[in-house]
C-alpha cells in the first residue's frame, strides 16, 4: 500500500536544512506538519537562488493550491535534513514541486511530497498570469 | 481542474479552531503550513474525546502515513475557524479522515485534506496492530 | 527565587485560546516557545477588538522590542488557556503589556509575560511615532 | 532606554542556524516569537554537543523556567542566523544563558536573550537535583 520512497537520484536540486528542537513532537520524532515548513522553505530559496522571487518586490507570487507528504521514515532532531526538489508538472500558470526529505548520509528519502504553486497578481490575486520567464527556464532544467 | 469546495453537511464532527498571529505570514493570510497543525490538532481532539487517545498511557499510537491539502480560498487570522471531519477510509489497521476548515458563516469549505494514520505498537513502531476497538466504534459513526 | 504566581484579578482582559496538538514537545508539554505565539495573539486580538490595528491598513504599527516570560506551571495539549492582559507601563511611544496564561478553571497563572511595543512608522520601521490615541484610551482602562 | 547591542566577542560558542519562509510574518520579518525556537534549539544542541542531554535516556532534564529577549533589528528570512551562547549564572541545581542572534556578517546582535533550566528529576518534574557534572564543567568553560 505504501510506496516505495524515493532515492536521491530521483531529486534535481538540494539544500540542507537542520532541524530545531521544537519540531520533534511527544513522540519524540518530527511532528507531520513540520515537514511542510521544509517543503515551503525548499521552494521559496529554490526561487531566490534563481532570481524569481523578490519577497518585496515581486508583482506575481506563487499561490499555493495543493500541497501532501507521503511519511516513509521518523525524521528527529536534530538530525540535519537534505531536501530535495524536482519539477513534476510544468503548466501555463502552475507548476508542481516533488519534494523530498533525507536524512544526513541516506539515499532514501525519509519523507516525499508535492506543492503546486498557481501564478497570480499579487495585488488581485484571483487573476492568474502565466509563469515568470525565470521561473520557466529554471524549472526546465528540473524536470524528472 | 481544482475541484469545487465541499460543504459543512459533507462533514460529521465539528470542532472550533481560533488562528494565531502567527498564522499569517507575509503575503498577509495563512501559510499553507499551519492548515496541517488545525488538521492535526482535529483529528487529536476527536481521539480524546472519543477515549481512544491517551496521551501518556496509550500503549497503542496512530502514526501517521499520508497527509495532503487543497486550498481553496484564503484564511487570515483572525478567522474563528471550524474545522469539519469525516472519515473516508476504513482499513484493517489504518484510517483515513477527511478534514475541512471553514471560516466562520461559511458553508464552503476554505481548505480540505485527507490524514491517514497506521496504528502501530508505541514501543516498536513497525509492527502495526489492529484499529483500537474504540476507534473503530466512533469512525464508523463518522463514514462520509 | 521564583515569583509567586499572579491570579485572574491581577488581570483585565481575557481570552480564550485552546492549545494544538504540536505545542506539546517531547516531555509531553507546550514548549516553552509557544507560549509567546499565545501572548503575541493576545496583544493584537487585544488591538484588533478595540480598533487600534487594521492589519491591512495601518501606517502604524508597533514593533516588538521586548518579551519575557516566567514559566509557573505546565500547559499541555489538549487545555483551553485563558488569557489575561493588563498594562503595566504607558509611555510616549511605547506601551508595555502583562500578560498571563490560565489553565481553565485555575486562578493562579500558569505563565506570565511581558511584551513591549514601540510605536513607528509602518514604512520607515526607524521613525518612532506617539501611541494611537485608541491604543492611549484603551490602554489607560487596563492599567494595573 | 533600549540597550546596545552585545557583539560576537561576548559569546562563547556558536552554531549557524538557517531560517525559514515560515519565520517572516506579515511585516516582512522574522515574528518575535521565532527567536525563541532559536533560542531553544541553541541550548539543545550546546547540550548534545556535550554529551549532557540524550533525548531518549536522561533521566534529569532542564524545565524551562524563565526566558526573554530584546529585540535589536529585524531577522528576515532567507537569513543565515549565527547563534551565540554563554553561561551568565551558574547555581546548585540551575544555569542562565545568554543568547545572540547575529545577521551573516554582522558583529552586533540583531537580538538578545536569556534561558533559565532548572533540572529535575524526568519522573517527577517538581523535584530539583544538582546539575549533572558534565553540564558544569562544559558551563564553567562559557562563562561570560
Same mark, same amino acid.
Given at each position: 500500500?505504501?510506496?516505495?520512497?524515493?532515492?536521491?537520484?530521483?531529486?534535481?536540486?538540494?539544500?540542507?536544512?537542520?532541524?530545531?528542537?521544537?519540531?520533534?513532537?511527544?513522540?519524540?520524532?518530527?511532528?507531520?506538519?513540520?515537514?511542510?515548513?521544509?517543503?515551503?522553505?525548499?521552494?521559496?530559496?529554490?526561487?531566490?537562488?534563481?532570481?524569481?522571487?523578490?519577497?518585496?518586490?515581486?508583482?506575481?507570487?506563487?499561490?499555493?493550491?495543493?500541497? +501532501?507528504?507521503?511519511?516513509?521514515?521518523?525524521?528527529?532532531?536534530?538530525?540535519?535534513?537534505?531536501? +530535495?526538489?524536482?519539477?513534476?508538472?510544468?503548466?501555463?500558470?502552475?507548476?508542481?514541486? +516533488?519534494?523530498?526529505?533525507?536524512? &544526513?548520509?541516506?539515499? &532514501?528519502? /525519509?519523507?516525499?511530497?508535492?506543492?503546486?504553486?498557481?501564478?497570480?497578481?499579487?495585488?488581485?490575486?484571483?487573476?492568474?498570469?502565466?509563469?515568470?520567464? /525565470?521561473?520557466?527556464?529554471?524549472?526546465?532544467?528540473?524536470?524528472?
Amino acid at each position: 500500500m505504501r510506496t516505495a520512497p524515493g532515492r536521491r537520484g530521483d531529486y534535481r536540486w538540494f539544500l540542507a536544512m537542520p532541524t530545531r528542537w521544537m519540531d520533534n513532537d511527544i513522540y519524540g520524532h518530527m511532528n507531520n506538519v513540520h515537514h511542510y515548513s521544509f517543503f515551503d522553505t525548499l521552494v521559496a530559496r529554490f526561487l531566490l537562488s534563481h532570481g524569481v522571487l523578490d519577497l518585496a518586490a515581486s508583482e506575481e507570487v506563487g499561490l499555493v493550491v495543493e500541497t +501532501g507528504c507521503r511519511y516513509h521514515a521518523p525524521l528527529t532532531f536534530p538530525d540535519e535534513i537534505t531536501g +530535495g526538489l524536482r519539477v513534476t508538472r510544468l503548466g501555463e500558470s502552475s507548476i508542481t514541486y +516533488g519534494l523530498a526529505l533525507f536524512r &544526513s548520509g541516506e539515499d &532514501s528519502a /525519509a519523507a516525499e511530497g508535492h506543492f503546486t504553486h498557481v501564478y497570480v497578481k499579487r495585488s488581485a490575486q484571483k487573476q492568474t498570469v502565466p509563469l515568470p520567464a /525565470a521561473l520557466r527556464t529554471a524549472a526546465e532544467a528540473l524536470q524528472a
